[in-house]
């Protein structure tokens, strides 16, 4: 590996085999957000985490409703935009029995 200054980062990354920054933030938000649910921080969940009234099959069991944005903004921070991930995992990652087993099913179901 003899990289120069027009070596490209992609390359780089590729070779070292890392995650893109974009899915570090997406996991450690969702591990927040776990965190959050089992109540492992100190973060009140109550008037935040609402559950959905309306089940779905698409939904897991643990699914919440999505806060109303009506700015761009507002959609992109944590809880509208993490939430909405959330959602979309499957049952058997939400339900980890742990933040370590979290991380693993996450990691699992990304690749």
Not at 1 to 16: A, Q
Not at 25 to 52: G, M
């Amino acid at each position: 590996m003899n990289y120069r200054n027009r070596s490209s980062v992609t390359d780089m990354i590729n070779d070292l085999q890392w995650t893109s920054l974009e899915e570090r933030r997406r996991n450690n938000r969702l591990t927040l957000l776990y965190k959050i649910v089992n109540e492992d921080v100190a973060i009140n969940k109550e008037n935040r985490l609402i559950p959905i009234q309306r089940r779905s099959r698409h939904l897991n069991n643990n699914a919440f409703t999505i806060p109303y944005s009506a700015t761009t903004y507002r959609k992109q921070s944590f809880f509208p935009r993490t939430i909405k991930e959330w959602n979309s995992l499957p049952p058997d990652i939400t339900s980890a029995g742990s933040v370590e087993c979290f991380k693993v099913r996450l990691a699992k179901h990304f690749l």
